[in-house]
Nanobody, 125 residues
Framework: QVQLVESGGGLVQAGDSLRLSCAAS????????MGWFRQAPGKEREFVAA????????YYADSVKGRFAISRDNAKNTVYLQMNSLKPEDTAVYYC??????????????????WGQGTQVTVSS
């Protein structure tokens, strides 16, 4: 069993930055690929970023490329999402997720086994 707890969300203005954190319990963190997804009101959940077990490979949605950065600290069982130059369209609930069997670092939500409860990010214009 893996528990994921996100933190760091909030209300910011366009152009500001936020850093989300996701703390994981359990012994499988370092062997899991990790991802961030988001869901805006009335929209489907979408992929934001993913990182391989070692952190050597990262992937981003086109909409956040160049503005967001995913990283992880396996010693702290934590994955981060640094979000810069935030836009109103980034407003969503952000979820972290763990893929316990990463054949490769995947971007589709159906491959992720455990999910956090989400943290709200609101960007005002």
């Amino acid at each position: 069993q893996v528990q994921l707890v996100e933190s760091g969300g909030g209300l910011v203005q366009a152009g500001d930055s936020l850093r989300l954190s996701c703390a994981a319990s359990g012994r499988t963190f370092s062997s899991s690929a990790m991802g961030w997804f988001r869901q805006a009101p009335g929209k489907e959940r979408e992929f934001v970023a993913a990182i391989s077990r070692s952190g050597g490979n990262v992937y981003y949605a086109d909409s956040v490329k160049g503005r967001f950065a995913i990283s992880r600290d396996n010693a702290k069982n934590t994955v981060y999402l640094q979000m810069n130059s935030l836009k109103p369209e980034d407003t969503a609930v952000y979820y972290c997720a763990a893929d316990l069997n990463p054949v490769y670092t995947r971007t589709a939500s159906e491959f992720y086994d455990y999910w956090g409860q989400g943290t709200q990010v609101t960007v005002s214009s």
